[in-house]
């Protein structure tokens, strides 16, 4: 089973700040990393896919990048709506397919 | 409207049974595969199990082999989840989500709580 450990646990920002999730994977998982958003008593949100691509919908703001055991997730100018819990999963090696244990970004 | 919507949550004594169905409905239901991600009360995201787009294929994580069983009605455009010999670490909101390239979640539903207790 492929673990992925997400850094760090807390991300605590400002409005307008960059911010800068990290994702390693207990082994290479090529570019088969996607990312979620969950604010709180909602569905997760896919946001990037395969490692870089954007979901539909999703604003330019938020970027991936990596590839093999490590991803990072970028949202280059916090907004207010983006202060939420984000997750990293992996669909290289399944089943099963794992989720990092989440980075929470909270307004400082 | 594409959505998808969960209902059977509920609160079950350990050991008893429960069917969650998921609704789909504005998307060809029959050219998706599907799966169901639990969260337990304040914590991350877990896989549960998976079906293929025709329903061939079945996945399950360890845990739940054995006792949860994924099926699809593509008739009713209804992907469900029978959850026997319900435990306490199975407390948790249960969520379909979308499978739009083998292990991408790109449609998820509200969730389903399920509460196991005595």
């Known amino acids: 089973e492929i673990v992925l450990t997400q850094s760090p646990g807390t991300l605590s920002l400002s409005p307008g700040e960059r911010a800068t999730l990290s994702c390693r994977a207990s082994?290479?998982?090529?570019?088969?990393l996607a990312w979620y958003q969950q604010k709180p008593g909602q569905a997760p949100r896919l946001l990037i896919y395969d490692a870089f691509n954007r979901a539909t919908g999703i604003p330019a703001r938020f970027s991936g990048s990596g590839s093999g055991t490590d991803f990072t997730l970028t949202i280059s100018s916090l907004e207010p709506e983006d202060f939420a819990v984000y997750y990293c999963?992996?669909?290289?090696?399944?089943?099963?397919?794992?989720f990092g244990q989440g980075t929470k970004v909270e307004i400082k | 409207q594409v959505q998808m919507v969960e209902s059977g949550g509920g609160v079950v004594q350990p050991g008893r049974s429960l069917r969650l169905s998921c609704a789909a409905s504005?998307?060809?239901?029959?050219?998706?595969?599907f799966h169901w991600v639990r969260q337990a009360p304040g914590k991350g995201l877990e896989w549960v199990a998976a079906i293929w787009s025709d329903g061939s294929k079945e996945y399950y994580t360890d845990s739940v082999k054995g006792r949860f069983t994924v099926s699809r009605d593509s008739s009713k455009s209804t992907l469900y989840l029978q959850m026997n010999s319900l435990r306490d670490d199975d407390t948790a909101v249960y969520y379909c989500a979308r499978d739009s390239a083998v292990g991408t979640f790109d449609l998820w539903g509200q969730g389903t709580l399920v509460t196991v207790s005595s």
């Open positions: 082994q290479s998982v090529s570019s088969y």
């Open positions: 504005g998307f060809s239901f029959s050219t998706y595969g």
């Open positions: 999963q992996q669909r290289s090696n399944w089943p099963p397919w794992t």
